[in-house]
C-alpha cells in the first residue's frame, strides 16, 4: 500500500514563498508520475504541477513561472516550490502519484493560505 505525506503548507503573504514536499511510503516506483493538485475554497479539484519519473514537469498555466516541481527518486519525495504567491493560490494542495497502470493515490492535503 502506497501512503503519501504532505508537509510545509501554512500562511504567507502575498509575493512570499513556501516549500512543499510530499514523501511516499510504500511499493512506489520511481516510474510513476506525480504531482500535486490543489482546491480552493468554492472551487474544483485543479492540477498544479506535475512531473514524471525522468523528471519531466508539466505545469498549469496560472503557475508557470512561479511554480517549481522536483522530486527525488532516492528518497521518494516530490517537492513543489511555490514563489511569488498570490491570494488566488490559497487552496488545501494534495499530493498525488499515479502509476500509470491504473493506480492512483493521495496525500490528505495541506492548507496553504496566502493573505496579508
Known amino acids: 500500500q502506497v501512503q503519501l505525506v504532505e508537509s510545509g503548507g501554512g500562511l504567507v503573504q502575498p509575493g512570499g514563498s513556501l516549500r512543499l514536499s510530499c514523501a511516499a511510503s510504500?511499493?512506489?516506483?520511481?516510474?510513476?508520475?506525480m504531482g500535486w493538485y490543489r482546491q480552493g475554497p468554492g472551487k474544483q479539484r485543479e492540477l498544479v504541477a506535475s512531473i514524471t519519473g525522468g523528471g519531466i514537469p508539466k505545469y498549469a498555466n496560472s503557475v508557470k513561472g512561479r511554480f517549481t516541481i522536483s522530486r527525488d527518486n532516492f528518497k521518494n519525495t516530490v517537492y513543489l516550490q511555490m514563489d511569488s504567491l498570490k491570494p488566488e493560490d490559497t487552496a488545501v494542495y494534495y499530493c498525488?502519484?499515479?502509476?500509470?497502470?491504473?493506480?492512483?493515490?493521495w496525500g490528505q492535503g495541506t492548507q496553504v493560505t496566502v493573505s496579508s
Open positions: 510504500g511499493s512506489i516506483f520511481s516510474g510513476y508520475v
Open positions: 498525488y502519484a499515479d502509476s500509470g497502470f491504473g493506480d492512483h493515490y
